[in-house]
């Protein structure tokens, strides 16, 4: 297991599972086994010079402390959820009759603890920023074909701020306070609200919000669970309106969950705008499929929305068709994540009477910037391929002259970093695997005369780390990125058999991390009846050799 920081990445500790090298569902029978036999390699009576039993003696400890976790049902079901960090929490008196369920269950009350502790002192800060943009001129232009010196009119027509901060009171309060600020055609507005929300328990809870700006307004919302699949929340409200008096409003909302991945909302909404609206959502790994009907006053619409979720490129495309009292548009196009916190997305929407509309949206944590830019008053089909072309154009071309290389720099210097700051640690590992390596030699001999008699199975070469194809075994042991790791492999050989489980092998006895926070891989060269067989699997991929698919032709 790792240990996770909220730092730099450090060297992963030793999971215990590589170093008795066992599957994470190992019996008792299996992890003993291998147990003794990493105590006939590591046991300091084992071996005769001072300089090995000191050696020996720190290696061995390594492996009596991973045997004593995973031999203790309890100590292992902590380990397998939470890593050495469960095991080495400010845990109280725990009675020995406790199963792993409820050592669990106190691990988490003390964690929980832990972060009430720290709920004083968090926020949660949200922002969207709108700037929207009239570039109408760029289309709808009447000029004459002898002005040559027409240059078009773009303008920024109207923008918006909005901000708000959570502050927790206590671990069931929450007070948050936003505002609004906003301007179009030289008139601005702006707004602010104050709301609370209060947790009654794991079912209920309700918030009271007041608001000030346009004319005060009121409002207190509550939700509760009805069942595990069924919710409902109601929302009552008091505005002014122009002429002073006071407008009372009503919103209710039913959620149903219809399956796994589908949920159903009925809204009504009573008061100044009333409606009933009914919504279906079905969300899936790999698609989002959205429909909604609303009956009112002044807006009744019909909207279906689908979503295609590309995981493997961190991308998604959108494409929304809405038809309405008030006219008919088409919507589409996509989001892409362009780094760890960063969103970019762009989308062209196509109707009446609201003509063509480019939406550029770009996301970084918490913060959301908008750029609607009005290209078309009219549907135009210049407007459309523009604003259609134009985007994907310019992402691809910011992306391979500015991301990509900014992105490469940047991860290269978080590497030089993190191997900085773990180079005293993976000196360390580096003596530790050499040792180990050291200590194993006559094991390993005697191993490789057994396998040489039966014709078994012979380690010749063996590398892991950052590999590099095609290229000759010198120089992959020239990069200091890969290290050599023939000797540890043989060693782990028994009855003509290498099994590997799906850990990390930085873990197991003579391997270290040569680097750091980067995709690792093992290269095996291995002979077994008389033939030479390769294979390369990826750091977190099992292992079982000899096989048959494994045969180098002409070999």
């Given at each position: 297991?790792?240990?996770s920081?909220?730092?730099?990445e450090?060297?992963?500790e030793?999971d215990?599972y590589?170093?008795?090298?066992?599957?994470k569902?190992?019996?008792e029978?299996?992890?003993?086994a291998s147990?003794r036999?990493?105590?006939?390699?590591?046991?300091?009576?084992?071996?005769?010079s001072?300089?090995?039993?000191?050696?020996?003696k720190a290696i061995?400890?390594?492996?009596?402390?991973?045997y004593?976790?995973?031999?203790?049902?309890?100590?292992?079901?902590?380990?397998?959820?939470?890593?050495?960090?469960?095991?080495?929490?400010?845990?109280?008196?725990?009675?020995?009759t406790?199963t792993?369920?409820?050592?669990?269950?106190e691990?988490?009350?003390?964690?929980?603890?832990?972060?009430?502790?720290?709920?004083q002192?968090?926020?949660?800060?949200?922002?969207?920023?709108?700037?929207?943009?009239?570039a109408?001129e760029?289309?709808?232009?009447?000029?004459?074909e002898?002005?040559?010196?027409?240059?078009?009119?773009i303008?920024?027509?109207?923008?918006?701020?909005?901000?708000?901060?959570?502050?927790p009171?206590?671990t069931?309060?929450t007070?948050?306070?936003?505002g609004?600020?906003?301007?179009?055609?030289?008139?601005?507005?702006?707004?602010i609200?104050?709301?609370?929300?209060?947790?009654?328990?794991?079912?209920?809870?309700g918030e009271?919000?007041?608001?000030?700006?346009?004319?005060?307004?009121?409002?207190?919302?509550?939700?509760?669970?009805?069942?595990r699949?069924s919710?409902?929340?109601?929302?009552?409200i008091c505005?002014?309106v122009?002429?002073g008096?006071?407008?009372?409003?009503?919103?209710?909302?039913?959620?149903?969950q219809l399956?796994?991945?589908?949920?159903?909302y009925?809204?009504?909404?009573?008061?100044?705008?009333?409606?009933?609206?009914a919504?279906?959502?079905?969300?899936?790994?790999?698609?989002?499929?959205?429909?909604?009907?609303?009956l009112?006053?002044?807006?009744?619409?019909?909207?279906?929305?689908?979503?295609?979720?590309?995981?493997?490129?961190?991308?998604?495309?959108?494409?929304?068709?809405k038809?309405?009292?008030?006219?008919?548009?088409?919507?589409y196009g996509?989001?892409?994540?362009i780094?760890?916190?960063?969103?970019?997305?762009?989308?062209?929407?196509?109707?009446?009477p609201?003509?063509?509309?480019?939406k550029?949206?770009?996301?970084?944590a918490?913060?959301v910037?908008l750029?609607?830019?009005?290209?078309?008053?009219?549907?135009?089909?210049?407007?459309?391929?523009?604003?259609?072309?134009?985007?994907?154009?310019?992402?691809?071309m910011v992306?391979?002259?500015?991301?990509?290389?900014?992105?490469?720099k940047?991860k290269?210097?978080?590497?030089?970093k993190?191997?900085?700051?773990?180079?005293?640690?993976?000196?360390?590992k580096?003596?530790?695997?050499?040792?180990?390596?050291?200590?194993?030699?006559?094991?390993?001999?005697?191993n490789?005369?057994?396998?040489?008699?039966r014709?078994?199975?012979?380690?010749?070469?063996?590398?892991?780390?950052?590999?590099?194809?095609?290229?000759?075994?010198?120089?992959?042991?020239?990069?200091?990125r890969v290290i050599?790791?023939?000797?540890?492999?043989?060693?782990?050989?028994k009855?003509?058999?290498?099994?590997?489980t799906d850990?990390?092998?930085?873990?197991?006895?003579?391997?270290?991390d040569p680097c750091?926070?980067?995709?690792?891989?093992?290269k095996?060269?291995?002979?077994?009846?008389?033939q030479?067989?390769?294979c390369?699997?990826?750091?977190?991929?099992p292992?079982?050799?000899?096989?048959?698919?494994?045969?180098?032709?002409?070999?």
């Amino acid at each position: 297991m790792a240990a996770s920081t909220g730092g730099d990445e450090v060297i992963s500790e030793d999971d215990f599972y590589a170093v008795l090298n066992v599957r994470k569902e190992a019996s008792e029978d299996e992890l003993k086994a291998s147990y003794r036999r990493l105590c006939m390699l590591y046991h300091p009576d084992k071996h005769e010079s001072q300089e090995n039993k000191t050696s020996a003696k720190a290696i061995f400890t390594k492996v009596q402390d991973a045997y004593t976790v995973l031999s203790d049902p309890e100590k292992r079901a902590i380990y397998d959820v939470y890593g050495r960090k469960g095991l080495e929490a400010d845990w109280q008196v725990v009675p020995r009759t406790r199963t792993p369920q409820e050592i669990i269950e106190e691990y988490e009350r003390l964690q929980k603890e832990q972060a009430e502790r720290k709920l004083q002192q968090s926020t949660n800060p949200h922002g969207t920023i709108t700037v929207g943009v009239d570039a109408t001129e760029l289309f709808d232009s009447y000029h004459y074909e002898e002005d040559e010196d027409f240059v078009p009119h773009i303008e920024i027509k109207n923008m918006s701020i909005q901000q708000s901060v959570d502050a927790p009171l206590t671990t069931t309060h929450t007070a948050t306070f936003s505002g609004t600020l906003s301007t179009q055609n030289g008139t601005g507005s702006g707004g602010i609200t104050a709301s609370c929300r209060s947790i009654y328990n794991h079912k209920t809870w309700g918030e009271c919000s007041l608001s000030a700006g346009n004319g005060p307004v009121l409002a207190l919302k509550v939700f509760h669970n009805i069942s595990r699949r069924s919710f409902i929340t109601c929302t009552g409200i008091c505005q002014t309106v122009d002429n002073g008096y006071i407008a009372p409003g009503l919103v209710t909302v039913v959620s149903r969950q219809l399956d796994k991945q589908t949920v159903g909302y009925l809204t009504w909404q009573w008061g100044l705008q009333s409606s009933m609206k009914a919504t279906i959502v079905r969300d899936t790994n790999n698609n989002r499929f959205t429909a909604h009907l609303q009956l009112g006053l002044p807006n009744t619409f019909l909207l279906a929305s689908y979503t295609q979720k590309f995981q493997q490129y961190e991308a998604k495309c959108t494409g929304t068709i809405k038809a309405s009292v008030f006219g008919t548009y088409l919507e589409y196009g996509g989001m892409k994540k362009i780094s760890t916190h960063s969103h970019l997305g762009a989308t062209i929407a196509v109707g009446v009477p609201m003509g063509v509309t480019l939406k550029i949206k770009f996301i970084r944590a918490n913060q959301v910037f908008l750029f609607p830019i009005h290209l078309s008053s009219e549907i135009c089909p210049q407007a459309i391929l523009y604003g259609t072309l134009a985007p994907v154009a310019i992402y691809f071309m910011v992306k391979a002259v500015i991301i990509t290389p900014f992105l490469k720099k940047e991860k290269e210097s978080e590497l030089e970093k993190q191997r900085e700051a773990n180079k005293a640690e993976r000196e360390r590992k580096k003596t530790e695997a050499e040792t180990e390596i050291r200590l194993m030699q006559d094991v390993v001999q005697r191993n490789r005369e057994t396998e040489v008699g039966r014709e078994g199975l012979l380690i010749e070469e063996a590398w892991y780390g950052k590999l590099v194809t095609e290229v000759s075994s010198e120089d992959e042991t020239r990069d200091n990125r890969v290290i050599n790791v023939a000797v540890p492999l043989q060693c782990q050989v028994k009855d003509s058999k290498l099994l590997l489980t799906d850990a990390s092998k930085s873990s197991l006895p003579g391997f270290y991390d040569p680097c750091i926070g980067e995709d690792k891989s093992l290269k095996v060269r291995y002979t077994f009846r008389g033939q030479l067989h390769e294979c390369t699997i990826e750091d977190n991929e099992p292992l079982r050799i000899p096989r048959q698919s494994h045969v180098i032709e002409g070999s």
